[in-house]
């Protein structure tokens, strides 16, 4: 189910389904900021990552000795979520483990999703909490996809702007979604890149060290029409490789994909996040519409 808020700014939608912001739209331009997601380039608008950011290697997940069978970025996206709170300004929904999240992840959890409008301001709002009797080991991360161009133009035309001004360094996936080693640079003018035509065509670009907390989307003339701001320690971009999709995605994460040669269990996972029973913990990231 779909629920709304809206203030003089924007009307932003979210649904239970993966407790995923489907919708943000201009009130003075009708512009729509969202991907809208379909088949040919991508079904989903802006998934929550959970329990996992990336791929696994053997695409399985190893706990107290356990091999768990888990895909890219785990299973929360594609669960249904119950609205626990809602006002005219926010939503929030919940999802507990059961004996069918517990049969492929053995952790007793609760996730919270959460979002916020307070002007041209969208915060999303994760709230994991410690429900079990020992302590839980998870990833979480965010995969919100934006259109690009917004309405004219072409996506080669258009700018992404990175706040530390500096050139930034990332790495690339292999064939099994997994980190690879060696370090690439964009080398921005001014914290301005340029997105040229083949930019995804190696799939995700991998940005650690927490080289940004904000990044923005430009039009032709350097003009930047939506910021994700964020204080996560990596995050990634992305579009469909090699399909020209009209949406790029900025996506804080809190975790990411094994290394190549990665062989320790999900304790030994970098970025692991770690609760004790009964401790909880949040996180945050801001999508701002810029006026």
Known sequence: MQYTLENEYLTVTAGTSGAELTGIRSKQTDAEYLWQADEKYWKRHAPVLFPIVGSLKDKQLLIGG????MGQHGFARDMEFVLTEKTDSSVRFTLDS??????????????EIGYELDGCDIRTIWKVTDTGSEDLHYQIGGHPAFNCP????????HYFLFDSGEPVRYRLLNGSGLLEDQVYTLETENGFYKIPADMFDKDALIIEDGQSKAVSICTPDKKPYLTVLFDAPLYGLWSPAGKGAPFVCIEPWFGRADRALFAGDITEREYDQALIPGESRQYSYTIRIEK
Request: charged letters at 40%; hydrophobic letters at 25%; a negative charge.
């Open 98 to 111: 059961d004996d069918a999240t517990r049969a492929k992840y053995p952790y007793d959890f609760r996730l």
């Open 66 to 69: 356990r091999a768990y069978p």
């Open 150 to 157: 917004l309405t004219d133009g072409e996506q080669s035309d």
